[in-house]
C-alpha cells in the first residue's frame, strides 16, 4: 500500500491485531528469565500518549537457528491454548526479521506464585493454596487434551493473577506429542532443575503427562513449604544426598528414587495432601493419577476442609 495515512507501514500490518510494531513497545522494566529467554514489562503505545495496554514479552537471549526454532515452537504453542488458568496469548513482533522475534502476553500484575507464597506466606491458608492447586491441575488437564507436555512445571513458571486466581505462565520447554506416542523424547538433556523430574526423565530423558504429574506433585510440596528456600526441592535432595561429586548428581538421584526415597512432608501439611503428593510420585508412570483424577481429589480435599 503506499505511504499515506498509515504511514510507512502497510494497512495490513495496522489492522492486525496479533502484529506488534517494535516501533510502539516501550520497554518498562524486567519481569524474569525463564529457560533462554528473558520476559519484560512494555507499554503498546501506538498513539504515543501512555494510554496504551500494558504487556509482558518474551525474546530469546542467545538466537541461534535452533533457539528460534524452538522459540517459534514455542509461540505456536501458546497460540493454540485458550484456558482461564493459562496465561493469554496476544501476538508476535518481529524485528530485525526473525532474529528480533519476540513473544507478547498479557501482563499479570502480581508476579510468579514461588515469590508470591514466600511474601504473602502468614496470609495464605490451606484452602487457597489447595484452589491454587486446583486450578494449575485444571489447567494441565486441557494441556493434556492438546497433547501437550509441559515438561517445566514449577512455582517458578505459575503466575499470579490475583489472591484467587493463578495461571500456568512459561511454556519454553513445552513439547507437543506427536500422534502415535503418548511419551516425548529430548535430545538435549535436563535444561531445567532435576529435583523437579520424573525418574524417567532423569534416566532417558522420557516425558510425557505422566511426568508433569510428577513435576505437580513437587509443586505441591513447593506450594505447601510456601517455597521456602530452605526447604526447596534442591536444598532437601541435596540433604538426603550427603556431597556426593557434582558429577553424580542424577545417578544419585535416582539411586535415591528407587530406593524409595521422597520429599519429606512439609510442616503442618495435612497428612491427605502429603498422601496425594506422594501418589503423584510413584515410580512407575502408569501408577501415577491423571490431572482429570487429581482435580476432584483436590476439590474433595478443598471442601472437607473449610478453612
Ligand atoms: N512464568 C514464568 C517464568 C518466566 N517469566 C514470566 C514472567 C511474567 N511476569 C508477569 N508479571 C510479573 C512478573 C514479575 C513481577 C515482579 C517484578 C519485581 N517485583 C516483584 C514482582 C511482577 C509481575 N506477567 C507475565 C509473565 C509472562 C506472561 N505474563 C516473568 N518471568
Redesign the pocket.
Known amino acids: 500500500l503506499r505511504d499515506g495515512f498509515w504511514g510507512h507501514d502497510s494497512l495490513a500490518m495496522s489492522q492486525d491485531p496479533e502484529l506488534f510494531q517494535e516501533r510502539h513497545l516501550k520497554y518498562i522494566?524486567?519481569?524474569?528469565?525463564?529457560?533462554f529467554?528473558?520476559?519484560e514489562?512494555c507499554r503498546y503505545d501506538p498513539l504515543g500518549d501512555s494510554t496504551g495496554e500494558l504487556?509482558?514479552v518474551?525474546k530469546l537471549q542467545q538466537d541461534s537457528a535452533k533457539e528460534i526454532r524452538d522459540f517459534e515452537r514455542e509461540i505456536q504453542i501458546l497460540h493454540s491454548l485458550q484456558h482461564d488458568f493459562i496465561?493469554?496469548y496476544r501476538g508476535v513482533c518481529y524485528s530485525r526479521g526473525m532474529r528480533g522475534l519476540r513473544l507478547v502476553?498479557?501482563?499479570?500484575?502480581?508476579?510468579?506464585l514461588r515469590?508470591y507464597l514466600q511474601?504473602n506466606q502468614p496470609r495464605l491458608e490451606h484452602c487457597t493454596l489447595l484452589l491454587y492447586a486446583w486450578q494449575i491441575c485444571k489447567g494441565m488437564e486441557y494441556l493434556g487434551a492438546q497433547r501437550c507436555v509441559h515438561r517445566d512445571l514449577a512455582s517458578?513458571?505459575?503466575?499470579?493473577e490475583s489472591d484467587s486466581h493463578v495461571?500456568?505462565?512459561?511454556f519454553?520447554l513445552a513439547k507437543l506429542l506427536p500422534q502415535d506416542k503418548d511419551y516425548y523424547v529430548v535430545r538435549e538433556p535436563g535444561q531445567s532443575p532435576v529435583f523437579w523430574y520424573a525418574p524417567e526423565s532423569l534416566a532417558d530423558n522420557i516425558f510425557s503427562c505422566a511426568s508433569d504429574t510428577w513435576s505437580f506433585g513437587v509443586l505441591l510440596y513447593e506450594l505447601f513449604t510456601y517455597s521456602s528456600k530452605s526447604k526447596s526441592p534442591s536444598e532437601e535432595f541435596l540433604r538426603m544426598m550427603g556431597t556426593g561429586k557434582p558429577a553424580q548428581i542424577i545417578c544419585h538421584l535416582l539411586e535415591l528414587l528407587k530406593d524409595n526415597r521422597r520429599l519429606p512432608a512439609p510442616a503442618g501439611c495435612p497428612a491427605e495432601v502429603y498422601a496425594l503428593m506422594m501418589s503423584c510420585w510413584a515410580f512407575a508412570p502408569s501408577a501415577r493419577p491423571t490431572f482429570g483424577q487429581l482435580a476432584p481429589k483436590i476439590e474433595a480435599l478443598r471442601d472437607g476442609r473449610s478453612k
Not at 167 to 170: A, E, L, P, Q, V
Request: net charge positive; charged share 20%; proline share 3%.
Open positions: 522494566s524486567l519481569l524474569g528469565k525463564g529457560n529467554g528473558s520476559v514489562l504487556v509482558a518474551k496465561v493469554q502476553m498479557e501482563f499479570l500484575p502480581n508476579g510468579c515469590d511474601k517458578r513458571n505459575i503466575l499470579v495461571k500456568i505462565g512459561d519454553g
